[in-house]
Nanobody, 116 residues
Framework: QVQLVESGGGLVQAGGSLRLSCAAS????????MGWYRQAPGKQRELVAR???????NYGDSVKGRFTISRDNAKNTVYLQMNSLKPEDTAVYYC??????????WGQGTQVTVSS
């Protein structure tokens, strides 16, 4: 089992920045990829960014150039630096980890609200 604790969400004005964190505990030695997804009201959950244990990254098209994902393997924590936030970034952001054995775990979600 893997437990995920997210933090850093909140309310920010358009153009502002937020940093999300997600700390993993449990069977952490088997974590492969860590990432962030988001879900806005009435929309499907979508990829924001993912990062492998080796540091390879991929981003959703709507956040490229504005968001940066990073990871501290020693702390088993993944971060999402969000800059130049837009009202359309408003959503619940979920942390996700994939284990080498194929299992996947989700955090409880943290609300990000961007006002215009």
């Amino acid at each position: 089992q893997v437990q995920l604790v997210e933090s850093g969400g909140g309310l920010v004005q358009a153009g502002g920045s937020l940093r999300l964190s997600c700390a993993a505990s449990g069977i952490i030695f088997s974590i492969d990829t860590m990432g962030w997804y988001r879900q806005a009201p009435g929309k499907q959950r979508e990829l924001v960014a993912r990062i492998t244990r080796g540091g390879g990254t991929n981003y959703g098209d709507s956040v490229k150039g504005r968001f940066t994902i990073s990871r501290d393997n020693a702390k088993n924590t993944v971060y999402l630096q969000m800059n130049s936030l837009k009202p359309e970034d408003t959503a619940v952001y979920y942390c996700n980890v994939d284990l080498y054995v194929g299992s996947s775990y989700w955090g409880q979600g943290t609300q990000v609200t961007v006002s215009s």
